[in-house]
């Protein structure tokens, strides 16, 4: 993977991070000064890395860190803003780590590399293609068939 790609993965989760407060200077920007918005800026992007960091310590894949990373700045700095849509009690923290057992898992449970797995749609499968490399359709068999070179 080259290094453009990794700094695109990690900027994803800091991002992440960053939106919840960028959002609430933007609703509260006649009543908060700039100056006050630096540090919890930079704490955000302190946690959005560090959590880039312990992922890709855990599975030493950018793609894989990138997703659990992402996972867990939501599962933090959403938490407050999702909760208030529903009534809160212990189901709503239930819900939130099993979202987080679920990913945590799949990941390490997934043996491609995350990034190339992403490009699979691009290649024809097998099954779309004949033998010959053709595409399996019932219009070229029979343009096939008409001019004597294979029969269907």
Excluded at 106 to 121: E, G, K, Q, V, Y
């Amino acid at each position: 993977m080259t290094a453009s790609k990794r700094l695109g993965l990690l900027v994803i989760p800091v991002l992440f991070a960053v939106f919840p407060l960028l959002s609430l200077f933007a609703q509260n920007q006649t009543e908060v000064e700039l100056r006050t918005l630096w540090w919890p800026l930079a704490l955000c992007v302190i946690a959005g890395l560090g959590a880039f960091g312990l992922a890709l310590l855990a599975y030493r894949d950018a793609a894989k860190a990138a997703v659990l990373a992402s996972v867990l700045v939501i599962a933090f700095f959403y938490y407050g803003a999702v909760a208030g849509w529903g009534p809160a009690g212990w189901w709503y923290v239930l819900l939130w780590a099993v979202i987080s057992v679920v990913v945590v898992v799949t990941l390490a449970r997934t043996t491609r590399d995350a990034w190339s797995a992403s490009s699979d749609w691009k290649r024809p499968s097998r099954s779309s293609t004949g033998t010959s490399g053709a595409p399996a359709c019932h219009h070229h068999r029979y343009a096939r068939t008409r001019t004597g070179s294979k029969s269907a």
